[in-house]
């Protein structure tokens, strides 16, 4: 085999851009590309290593021998070495070894930008294409029908891993999920999955949190062509793909990114800004070009190569403040001496700028659990440009408050009230992600006080109290159906609990839960604005009742959701209308399919009896712990 060939995907322009942090596809420069120079097939192999003395591809085909096919360094200062290594085929396991000029170390590297990987525990980069024919053509012509934040937004949250396993322990192949698991969401009625993150990891325990191939699917499930199939099944059935994302931190194992070329290339060089405490993982260098330029080209290459519909951004908070888990001593104020960190926020909001310049009808999802201000507000009113952020208030004061003996919840009414306070100040999605069902926190289901059938009532109610309150709405797996085991994520699901009604209940409800928000345009047209929604009573706390108004763009719509808290039924109920039109009831989480009372009328006619400052008034059978949609 004939050494390396000098050979470059580079322009003059893209070095520019790369240097000035604005390149973003490096993904089509970096990396190795199967390509023919002078008449000769192989592979070309290009890398960031700004301090190496020397770097060299090692695999396979050279006995993972160093300086056998050295790569060659560029003029022009980038730091990039390149070259074409004849002979190469897909397929082929390679690595590169860099000898540093810090004191001539030597580290040996996954390669940052590989398609592709051995699975773990094994650590080498492969060689490769991944050819598709993609059939979601009318699926992304129309995206924007489907994404737009004025139109329905119900998220199925999967680990998938631990989704369902065969044999009782191997995890379902893209392939194979591409069947199971798109019938099964779209049976459920959800309008997009979320996929916890996909892109290749080391550790199980991590959950994917912790990534070393950031342009890789993880090879534990199939190859990357099978997990574009999982994508365009998921379409064609007309459910969107959300992938989490994580640029805020990463490991610190050998074949990452961590001491890349034995300097530290892309994490940031000081321990208070480049080591996250609690993870035990270093954090990017947010303020160096090359590294932001690496982290939007990642962005950009999900929503191009995958044809992914959004991203969720993962620990968003952590990246924003500069204390973040630290101690006094522990970090050291910005410029302006206040503790946010200005590169990261910099970062954001160029990544959300090109990524919404990009692609029509994608979101961009924050995980931030902060009160910083403009987190879903477009950069140029001063925000950081997400599409949503999650709700993470809403849900903390929900379980809370669901979690009390009904007869205490007249003196905590506030916990649910509170939300409607701050509801409109971003973009929310409510959700209740796998965080609320690991480490001893429970499942759902037995975080629900009172005997058996109370605590399936009460999470109907939650449910369906979740999907008539402003904001888009999450799941994770499990909850669906009333998982009762806290998630693990070495075990499947316990789908063997649809053997049992109540949890066929659950099923159903959240079938009809999500017919009904796909259904009612009251529920999602306005779904971010204060016009959306408006209270009828919200102080009932004596009764633990809560009643308010959901409304779409035409009156028509609106819809009167009247909410029991307790498990003592309410009869002859009065409650303000604003028509007087017969109400037509839609929804009745205590309806007996579910595993209800079957308490509720079907149609109420108002009659002209002024009740909640309001003109016309109805009389209504309240359920125990039951939630009515009227229209």
Known sequence: MANVIAHSLFTEFDINLFKAGKHFRLYQKLGSHLTEVNGEEGAYFAVWAPSAKSVSVIGDFNHWQEGTHELNVRWDSSGIWEGFIPGIQKGEHYKYKITSHNHDLKTEKADPFARYCEQPPKTASIVW????GWKDANWMENREKHNSLDRPYSVYEVHLGSWKKKNGWESLSYIEASEELVNYVKEMGFTHVEFMPIMEYPFDPSWGYQLTGYFAPTSRFGKPEDFKLLVDKFHQAGIGVILDWVPSHFPEDAHGLGYFDGSHLYEHPDRRKGYHPDWKSLIFNYGRNEVRAFLISNAIFWLEEYHADGLRVDAVASMLYLDYSREEGEWEPN??????????????????????????????????????????????????????????????????????????????????????????????????????????????????????????ANLRLLFGYMFTHPGANLIFMGGEFGQTSEWNFLESLDWHLLDYDFHQGIKKVIQDLNKTYRGQPALYEKQFSPEGFEWIEWNDAENSVMTYIRKGHDTANDLVIIGNFTPVPREKYRVGVPKGKQLKLLFNSDDIKYGGSGTGKKTVKPSNTPWNGRENSIEVNLPPLGLLIYK
């Open 335 to 456: 410029m302006y001496g206040n503790n946010e960190n200005l590169e990261a926020m910099s970062f954001i909001r160029e990544m959300n700028q090109e990524v919404y310049a990009s692609f029509r009808g994608v979101q961009t999802i924050a995980e931030e659990s902060t009160a910083f201000n403009g987190v879903s507000k477009p950069v140029h009113f001063g925000g950081l440009g997400f599409g949503m952020k999650w709700m993470m208030g809403w849900m903390h004061d929900t379980l809370e408050y669901f979690k009390k003996e009904p007869i205490y919840r007249k003196h905590h009414q506030n916990d649910l009230t509170f939300s409607m306070t701050y509801a409109f100040t971003e973009n929310f999605m409510l959700p209740f992600s796998h965080d609320e069902v690991v480490y001893g926190k429970n499942s759902l289901i037995y975080r629900m006080p009172g005997d058996e059938w109370q605590r399936f």
């Open 129 to 132: 294409d991944a050819p598709y």
